[in-house]
C-alpha cells in the first residue's frame, strides 16, 4: 500500500481523535493558554509552546504530549492497515489545525505560527484530503 492511501486510511482512524485533545481541553490552565496564544496546534499533532508561560506551561504542554503520543501509538497500530506514529501523528496534526477556532495558534507548513481567521488555516500538503469529512 503507498503513502497515500496509508495516509488516507490514518485519516479515517483518526476520526476517532476526537478524544485525544480533550485529555487538555478539561484543564483550565490550557483553556487560559490556549485562549491567550500561549500554545498552539502543531503539523506533527503535537502542542507547542508559542511564547511566555515558562516551566508550568511547558509541563502541561508535555503532560498533554505524552498522552497524545501513546493514543497515537495506539491507534496507529490498530490501523487496517497499520500505519507509521508519524503518519498518524501529521493526520491528527491536520485534523487538530482544521479544528481550531479564530483567534488560536497553530503552525504552519513553514513552521511558523499563526493566529487563526475566519478564513481556512494554511494546509500542509502532506495533508489527507478526506480529513474536512471526517465526523466532528
Not at 42 to 58: E, F, I, T
Amino acid at each position: 500500500m503507498n503513502r497515500v492511501s496509508k495516509l488516507i486510511a490514518a485519516a479515517g482512524l483518526a476520526g476517532l481523535l476526537v478524544s485525544a485533545p480533550a485529555f487538555a481541553e478539561r484543564d483550565p490552565a490550557y483553556e487560559a493558554a490556549r485562549a491567550a496564544g500561549q500554545v498552539g496546534e502543531k503539523m506533527d499533532g503535537y502542542l507547542g509552546v508559542v511564547s511566555g508561560g515558562g516551566s508550568a506551561l511547558q509541563a502541561i504542554v508535555s503532560d498533554v504530549n505524552i498522552k497524545r503520543r501513546a493514543l497515537y501509538s495506539q491507534r496507529a497500530l490498530a490501523a487496517i492497515p497499520p500505519v507509521t506514529l508519524e503518519e498518524y501523528a501529521l493526520t491528527a496534526g491536520c485534523i487538530a489545525i482544521a479544528r481550531t477556532q479564530p483567534g488560536e495558534k497553530y503552525q504552519a507548513p513553514d513552521g511558523s505560527w499563526q493566529t487563526r481567521t475566519s478564513a481556512p488555516p494554511l494546509r500542509d500538503s502532506r495533508c489527507p484530503a478526506r480529513e474536512a469529512r471526517i465526523a466532528q
